[in-house]
């Protein structure tokens, strides 16, 4: 839920900041508001049909719709398919590994954030999350030698507090 809500709040901004997005769809920042995600993840497909220009923003918003409505992986594919198109951003890399995260995917996480740094090695965002998957692997780690019956210690466990990278709002 408070996915939901930060997606929205994000929406709602965008809207109000006279973005070329919330300028051609003026219901967007609605249906997000009204937790109509899948009309709101429609708007967006038909925007990234309708546009000739990079539409990296866009997908990248898309993916972020997609989780909100439990579409887990398709939101995979966009970010393994925005990292693929555009390897110099940070962001993708961030994004997929907080769901890697949230799978129990820790290995795979970490990899992507230390692959994110490489974009861009200043990206707070990534140095955080980063640190939060090492120490949490730690932690398991500690707790399987202290006492391998430890439900805790179990490597496949979902991380789920790895901040997410919100989308930029698109400028005239």
């Excluded at 000739?52 to 866009?58: E, I, K, P, S």
């Excluded at 932690?139 to 979902?158: G, I, M, N, V, W």
Aim: glycine share 4%; net charge negative; proline share 6%.
């Amino acid at each position: 839920m408070r996915h939901r809500l930060y997606i929205a709040t994000w929406f709602l901004c965008a809207a109000a900041s006279g973005s070329l997005w919330a300028q051609e769809t003026p219901s967007l920042a609605d249906l997000v508001k009204e937790e109509r995600f899948e009309d709101a993840l429609g708007l967006i497909e038909a925007e990234i049909a309708n546009t000739a220009a990079d539409v990296f923003d866009l997908q990248f918003q898309r993916a972020q719709l997609l989780l909100v409505t439990g579409q887990v992986e398709k939101a995979e594919h966009t970010y393994r398919s925005l990292i693929t198109r555009y390897p110099a951003r940070p962001e993708p890399y961030n994004n997929l590994a907080r769901i890697y995260a949230g799978q129990g995917r820790l290995d795979q996480a970490a990899a992507l954030l230390r692959a994110g740094l490489f974009t861009d090695p200043n990206y707070r965002k990534l140095f955080d999350n980063l640190n939060q998957v090492y120490s949490e692997q730690a932690a398991r780690s500690l707790r399987r030698a202290l006492d391998p019956s430890d439900p805790k210690a179990d490597a496949t466990l979902p991380l789920q507090s790895l901040g997410e990278i919100s989308p930029a709002p698109l400028d005239n």
